[in-house]
Each structure stands twice: as structure tokens, then as C-alpha cells.
RNA sequence: GGCCCCGUAGCUCAGGGGAUAGAGCGACCGCCUCCUAAGCGGUAGGUCACAGGUUCGAAUCCUGUCGGGGCCGCCA
């Protein structure tokens, strides 16, 4: 890397870097290798002063200030209103849930935001067809026509319509019912994906709804704001290349030039009946976003809105004079599998799994850390029986056990009679923390405040989770170790040595506390 | 036709300009009178899809090809 400027051959460069770093005490040695590299060999003091850091600093080890000042807003799972969450959403939330937790940890200032999709045609349909359930709670036969949503989570609100309205909204036309059954069922709907992001432990800090946005007069707003730039014109697109669709015709409508900000053609905002496309509110709700004053946008979404991210990263671009960066995080498809074969899932013959099926039978815990184990642009197969199995086919288990290893230590000791609070583990004379063993579980809980920076700055949780299952796999290890020698175990004859064994124990302890806090992952005490 | 993602060990996947490419599962060989063996150690297993290019150096960056998945007109 310093060649080139240096002007100097990278082997020369590294012995002379070598010579001034061997006079700093806190390395041992500094070796060239190969065609330039540098291997620095730290003392053990410096080892060990990472576990007194992680003693002290407890669950804020490796809290960095990274993000300090930056204002992000994490939007993510933003489900349609119109059923509950199915596990295509829970990838989305425990995503969404797990980078903010990530950003918060690395010191950016993090909003999480839900966009209700309560505005569009989609809440119409959920209205006619809590309409039908409604008639049903009357006795009456309901007719659940194609492209209603025939899913029997209905019953029940077509049962609370009953009640709050009684029959006076029968043989009505659907002008006069309507409006108050899409209010009414949405809330409802609402209430119930609120209930099922509780299963998973989401809290969200802004639901945003697309019906006041719109309400406001944001859309015209915006458009309006585009406009002043020259980004709005009427015209016609050019018909898409390849085969053409049989029905093309054109026609002009409002266009967004979203070509000047990088998106490969130009997007309609209003039909050719002169009414709002689905772009629009999207609009108004990132131009909201901008002037709330964050400083990046983060957008999760399902990969199947590939198509839409040059769009929305054109208007956010140009809403903010290029001020404010869009992230899109796409999240791919889940493969659900059952006793090794795959699993169809099909709304229509309601089959479709649910948040709350998958939560219910795997827990919170195994749900969120399995999910965690891919990234986000890589599909993710999820394997009922393997979950459901609580073998160590599930990382999480390994993870959870370390740490309930760490407590049983712990728990040990101080029947022992040894005190062994992380206060007191902090005073200890970690001389006595010496075998290379023991230094490389050291090195492990050193690695954590640099993989956080690394993780968030790439937006990737799942770098996290495998730091997890490493980091507890070199506890596993050193513990092993205390088998065939006695003097790896942690609780040792003499107190002031078991300390610092315990010392070493607690601070892998702390870490994968702290990464699992960010996982949403509960550390486990003892296993069950 | 265009756009996006993926292609690394038998399987599932990490790594995403630098040294002998890593882990889990599966296979094979070992380890409990001892802090939880739900664990640990070891062995075997790879032309990093292919072909060019950039570079002192490419699994990693660029271009193209092939294979898998997804998306693409006033549907939200």
C-alpha cells in the first residue's frame, strides 16, 4: 500500500517500519515475511488489558462513536395492512430490527420507521372482504370474490364489525360502507402486526401512514418541489424493449426524470387518468424523510422491489440535492423447508406460514439468530425440522451455550466462596492469564470493537452472528483444554488465579452478551 | 430485450485486492472418576462456474459467456 507513494520496494519499507515499531514495549516483535508483510507480536499485558477493558466497560465494550451525530432512519417491514406478517416479513424485521441495533451500537442516533400502506387499492380490497366476513357474522353466506383476500383472519374483525355497527351497514351500497369498513379493518389489521413484531420483540419508534402523507398534501408537495428543478414533465415512455406487450398503447402522463439521477428511464407519477401512481406517495414519504432531517436513509425492503430502487434512490437524490444517501437493503426470498423437502407456500390455498407460526413453534430467539446467519442478498433456506430440533445444527444453541457456560462458571465460583463480580474480576492480577490458550480467547474478545465498526459500516448483522458462533467456539475450546489440563480450568485452588481465569471467562461473557443484545438474541443462563 | 442478486469442499455457507482460501453438516480416528460431552481435538475433502483484462499481486475489481433465482407497461 505505501510503495507506490514511498517510491521504495514494500519489503524495504517494512523492515524500517519493523526497526521503530520493536521499541514500543507493548510489542514483542516485529518480523518481515514474505513479499512485505509485517507480523507484530503484542505483549501479553496488552492481551490481558483487553479483558480488564471488556470488565469495565461491560456491555458498552466496543460501543464505538463511529455514527456520532448521524441521523439514520431505518424503514423496514412496512408489511400492506391487509393480513398478518408471513415469514417473508420476518427475515424483513428481524433484519431491519437487528442493523438498527447495530447502527445504535455503533453510535449513529437510529430511528426505526414502519410505512402503513394504508392509502392504495389493496386496503379497498381488504375492506370489501372484511365486508363479506361482516355479512357472515349476520348469518348471511359471504362471497368471497377472486382477488378478495379469502384468509380467515377476517372472521374475527368481520365479528368486531358486528358488534361496533350492528346491521346498519347491511344492504347498503358500498359507497356508504366503504370508507368506515377500511378504517375500521385496517386498524385492525394493524393491531394485529403490531402483536405479531411483539412475538419477535420489534419495537417500532414511527409508524408513518401513506393516507396522512397524502392527506397532507406532501405528494403535490414534492412533485411540486421536483418540478421547480425541471424534474417533471408530461411525455410519452418509450414501450419496453424485448417483446411487446400486446395491449401497448401509448400515452401521456406526468413523467419524473429520474434518468438525471441515475435510474435507466424515466418513472409515470400520475396515470393517464390523471391520478396518482403507486410512485407518488413513495415520493412524499422519502421527502418527508429528508426534511425530518436525517442525515442517510436506509430503505429494507423484499427483493422483489429490485426494480423500484433506482427510482427511489433518484428521488431521494434529488430531494436532497444529494445531501442525503438512500441505502436499499433488499432482502431475499426465504425457502421454507420440512422434513427436508420444500415447503409451498401459496396465499391462495392459505397455506401460507405465518410470523406467528414460525415464532410460536421456534421461539423468538432460534428465529431471529437463524436468520441473522445469512446476508441479506443471499436467499436463506429455513429448515422447520433443523429448528425445531435444538441440536447443534442451531448456532444459536452453541452461541447460548457458551454464555451459559460463562454463568455456570461464575455461578460455581461464588459457591466456592469466591467473589466474582465483574467489579471484582477487574481488580484481578491477570498475570495469571498466560497460556497461549487463554491469550487467544483474549484476542477474540479484542476483535470485537473493530468488527462492529466493520459490520455497520457495511449494514451487514450477519457479520455479527458469525463473530458470535467464533468467539464461542474458542471458549468451547480453552474449556476443553481444562480436561486434559487441570490448570486451563477457570476455577482454580488459589482464588486470586481462578479470578483471572474467571476474568477471561466473563469478558467472552460480556461480548457475546453485548452481540447478541444486538442480534435480539436472549443470553442464556443455563441450558435447559 | 433490459435491470438486480447468486455461483467457493459431497451438502449449507463465511471471506470480498495480499501470505499455505475458512467454518458447520456429512465421513473417518480419538477425548467424560474432571467447572454442563447440547462440548472438544485430529484426518480426509477445493482448477473459488468459465474466458479475457487491470495490478507487483485477483476468490475478491472490470468486461464478456454459461448456469440458478428475482424483477421489469398507468399492480400496490
Known amino acids: 500500500m505505501l510503495a507506490k507513494p514511498a517510491g521504495q520496494p514494500p519489503r524495504a519499507i517494512a523492515e524500517a517500519l519493523a526497526a521503530r515499531l520493536t521499541a514500543d514495549p507493548r510489542i514483542v516483535s516485529a518480523e518481515v515475511a514474505g513479499p512485505g508483510f509485517l507480523n507484530l507480536r503484542l505483549s501479553p499485558e496488552s492481551w490481558r488489558a483487553i479483558v480488564r477493558a471488556a470488565l469495565v466497560e461491560g456491555r458498552d ?16 417491514v412496512s408489511a400492506n395492512p391487509t393480513g398478518p406478517m408471513h415469514v417473508g416479513h420476518t427475515r424483513g424485521a428481524v433484519f431491519g430490527d437487528a442493523l438498527a441495533a447495530l447502527l445504535d451500537f455503533a453510535g449513529h442516533e437510529v430511528t426505526r420507521e414502519y ?33 378478495l383476500y379469502p384468509g380467515d383472519y377476517l372472521i374475527p374483525v368481520g365479528e368486531a364489525l358486528k358488534a361496533k355497527f350492528g346491521d346498519a351497514l347491511l344492504e ?49 408537495e414534492a412533485i411540486a418541489a421536483l418540478r421547480g428543478m425541471g424534474l417533471i414533465y408530461e411525455g410519452v415512455l418509450e414501450p419496453p424493449k424485448g417483446k411487446l406487450p400486446e395491449d401497448w398503447e401509448e400515452r401521456e402522463q406526468t413523467l419524473f426524470r429520474s434518468t438525471a439521477h441515475g435510474d435507466d428511464v424515466d418513472r409515470p407519477v400520475r396515470k393517464s387518468d390523471g391520478s396518482w401512481t403507486y410512485f407518488a406517495p413513495d415520493i412524499a414519504y422519502h421527502w418527508d424523510k429528508v426534511s425530518r432531517g436525517f442525515d442517510q436513509l436506509i430503505d429494507v425492503l423484499g427483493a422483489d422491489h429490485g426494480g423500484y430502487v433506482k427510482r427511489l434512490k433518484a428521488v431521494v437524490s434529488a430531494l436532497s440535492g444529494g ?18 423437502e420444500p415447503f409451498k407456500m401459496s396465499k391462495r390455498a392459505g397455506t401460507f406460514v405465518t410470523l406467528r407460526d414460525v415464532v410460536e413453534q421456534a421461539g423468538p430467539d432460534v428465529t431471529r439468530f437463524v436468520m441473522l446467519t445469512r446476508k441479506n442478498d443471499a436467499a436463506l433456506d429455513f429448515d422447520f425440522d433443523k429448528v425445531l430440533e435444538q441440536s447443534k445444527d442451531n448456532p444459536v444453541f452453541y452461541v447460548q451455550y457458551a454464555h451459559a457456560r460463562v454463568c455456570s462458571v461464575v455461578r460455581k465460583a461464588t459457591e466456592a466462596g469466591i467473589v466474582a463480580t465483574d467489579a471484582t474480576l477487574a481488580r ?32 451487514e448483522p450477519h457479520r455479527v452472528a458469525f463473530y458470535l458462533y467464533e468467539l464461542a467456539s474458542d471458549l468451547h475450546a480453552l474449556w476443553n483444554r481444562g480436561n486434559e489440563d487441570a490448570a486451563l480450568r477457570f476455577i482454580q485452588e488459589d482464588a486470586d488465579v481462578s479470578r483471572a481465569k474467571i476474568a477471561l471467562a466473563r469478558a467472552a461473557g460480556v461480548v457475546i452478551s453485548a452481540g447478541l443484545g444486538i442480534l435480539g438474541v436472549t443470553p442464556a443462563e443455563e441450558m435447559r
Do not use: C
Not at 465494550?61 to 423496514?76: L, W
Not at 400502506?117 to 355479512?135: F, I, T
Not at 359471504?142 to 382477488?147: F, K, L, R, T
Not at 445531501?323 to 427436508?340: A, D, S, T, Y
Open 428 to 459: 484481578a492480577d491477570l498475570g495469571h492469564l498466560a497460556h497461549e490458550a487463554e491469550l487467544a480467547l483474549a484476542k477474540k474478545i479484542a476483535e470485537w470493537p473493530r468488527l462492529v465498526e466493520i459490520a455497520a459500516r457495511g449494514q
Open 115 to 147: 410505512y402503513i400502506n394504508d392509502a392504495g387499492a389493496q386496503v379497498d380490497v381488504l375492506a370489501r372482504s372484511a365486508y363479506e366476513r361482516y355479512r357472515e357474522a349476520h348469518g348471511l353466506s359471504p362471497e368471497i370474490a377472486e382477488g
Open 323 to 340: 445531501r442525503v444517501p438512500l441505502e436499499v437493503k433488499l432482502i431475499q426470498l426465504v425457502k421454507l423447508f420440512k422434513n427436508g
Open 61 to 76: 465494550y466496543g460501543r464505538s462513536t463511529m455514527g456520532r451525530g448521524v441521523r439514520v432512519n431505518v424503514e423496514f
Open 172 to 220: 347498503r351500497p358500498e359507497a356508504d360502507w366503504l370508507a368506515p369498513v377500511r378504517e375500521f379493518a385496517t386498524a385492525e389489521m394493524m393491531q394485529m402486526i403490531r402483536e405479531d413484531l411483539a412475538l419477535l420483540g420489534v419495537k417500532m419508534d414511527v409508524f408513518s401512514s401513506e393516507k396522512a402523507i397524502t392527506a397532507s398534501g406532501k405528494i403535490e
